[in-house]
């Protein structure tokens, strides 16, 4: 795909001077699964246009991403719960799951083992980003399904059970809280968040919106 910098290109100059981060959710228009893919080459040319401005690839989803992490030192980027939690088959496998859908869409076992092995390497240049979008049951029930999951009220036990189950918990501060912080360069108000191992149950819906993982059992609970 062509991108016209001209229309851009003063606003990213500024924001380069000024240490602005630039955070992008990358798609085209094209076929649902590669439409990730096909914006890469725009991720690449403004990463060598502007080397010095930080460029964040939002909630990231297809392994072929990954490879523009090394690549280039300005290039950063958040992972989702349910891309790292997802696959395509949860959404449409057995029968299609309204509640499951989002942009970038969820993929296949190999993205999301991808991401994984990704977000489990400690990688200081990858970051959590909740990307929850809650809309009414109404909306995801439709001739024409909103896009987004609501996954704001499982992010945290969901989360903290994946590192657990990967015996990966020593990595849980940085992928949550650290990463973005030194990525970012702020010092936010320092808060603590206390989870307990205990089992709840995920209500069904929540002011008439039905969240990820509704009625199932976790094994992790905020307190």
């Known amino acids: 795909m062509s991108v016209d910098l001209d229309e851009v290109g003063k606003t990213l100059e500024a924001m380069e001077k000024l240490n602005i981060p630039l955070s992008i959710h990358g798609e085209t228009n094209g076929t649902v699964f590669e439409r990730e893919a096909e914006f890469l080459p725009t991720y690449e040319l403004l990463a060598k246009t502007f080397p010095k401005l930080k460029i964040i690839m939002e909630h990231i989803s297809d392994n072929r991403t ?11 980027a958040t992972v989702s719960l349910h891309h790292l939690q997802l696959t395509f088959d949860d959404l449409l496998g057995g029968a299609l799951k309204p509640h499951l859908f989002c942009k ?14 990704l977000v489990f390497s400690g990688n200081k240049k990858v970051m959590f980003g909740s990307d929850s979008a809650p809309h ?24 903290v059970e994946l590192f657990e189950r990967f ?27 206390k989870l307990v191992r205990e089992n709840w149950q995920v209500e069904n819906q929540y002011g008439g919106i039905v969240p990820l993982f509704a009625g199932e059992t976790l094994k992790w609970r905020v307190v």
Do not use: T
């Not at 995801?140 to 969901?158: C, D, H, M, Q, T």
């Not at 918990?169 to 968040?193: C, D, H, T």
């Open 136 to 159: 009414l049951r109404e909306k995801k029930e439709s001739n024409s399904g909103s896009a987004g999951i609501f996954s704001a009220p499982v992010l945290l036990p969901s989360i």
């Open 104 to 117: 970038p869409i969820i993929k296949s076992k190999i993205d999301r083992e991808a991401l994984r092995n």
């Open 167 to 193: 015996d990966k918990l020593e990595l849980l501060n940085g992928f949550l809280s650290q990463n973005a912080k030194a990525v970012y360069n702020i010092m936010p108000p320092i808060r603590k968040i």
């Open 66 to 76: 990954i490879n523009l992490l090394d690549k280039y030192e300005n290039l950063y």
